[in-house]
């Protein structure tokens, strides 16, 4: 149980162009998800907190006009990055926390998605 | 404000020989602990997590941590390492009645030598 799964696993696009990034929570209903950013070697960055139906929760310094969350359901979660430039390339990968409360703050971490911009 | 420090961005073990991944953190309030691992290009696994019940903590593939609040740590340890072990370990902390947010250390890698 508690599966997270992220589309794409990779993607590679040019300069200018914007890519959608799914996360959804599989077997189990999601009050949170959450957005990180991970570059070589370093640890996990938090971009947003997204809520169902409500705006996202950017972090200080994360442009959300270039990051557009979208959690339309409580299993489904988007990351937008738009007009992306190489220096957005990196691993994104997204978290979910369960709508049942008894998680002790737990998230569940999907695959990854590796953005490669050109 | 909460934070954790993992002392070691690397260590390198032995296979047979001990695990041990230090944590250290800082909340105002009782927290949740976590240990994650995240094996190359992947997302993070869940190995183990503190929540007050017991002060030692039994999690996957044989690890196991313990919550010292006098020493504010919480360190990974495994007897006996194995090949399969060689990957990223990142300690995280979350503030109890708080937005699920967590905060995660900087990440220890392991390299496991045969």
């Known amino acids: 149980g508690a599966v997270v799964s992220q589309h794409p696993s990779w993607v590679i696009c040019k300069s200018g162009t914007s890519v959608k990034i799914e996360c959804r929570s599989l077997?189990?209903?999601?009050?949170?998800m959450f957005w990180y950013r991970q570059f070589p070697k370093q640890s996990l960055m938090l971009m947003a907190t997204?809520?169902?139906?409500?705006?996202?929760?950017?972090e200080q310094g994360v442009e959300k006009d270039k990051f557009l969350i979208n959690h339309a359901s409580l299993t489904l979660s988007t990351l937008t990055v738009t007009s992306a430039h190489p220096e957005d390339s990196s691993f994104y990968i997204c978290s979910a926390a369960p709508i049942d409360g008894s998680s002790y703050n737990e998230q569940f971490f999907g695959p990854g998605t590796r953005l490669t911009v050109l | 404000a909460q934070s954790v420090t993992q002392l070691g961005s690397h260590v390198s073990v032995s296979e047979g020989a001990l695990v041990l991944l230090r944590c250290n953190y800082s909340s105002s309030v009782p927290p949740y602990l976590f240990w994650y691992v995240q094996y190359p290009n992947q997302g993070l696994q869940l190995l183990l997590k503190y929540t007050s019940a017991a002060t030692l903590v039994k999690g996957i593939n044989g690890f196991e941590a313990e919550f010292k609040k006098s020493e504010t740590s919480f360190h990974l340890t495994k007897p006996s390492a194995h090949m399969s072990d060689a990957a990223e370990y990142f300690c995280a902390v979350s503030e109890r009645g708080a937005t699920n947010k967590l905060i995660f250390g900087t990440g220890t890698l392991l390299a496991v030598q045969p």
């Open positions: 997204s809520n169902e139906g409500s705006k996202a929760t950017y």
């Open positions: 077997d189990f209903q999601a009050t949170t």
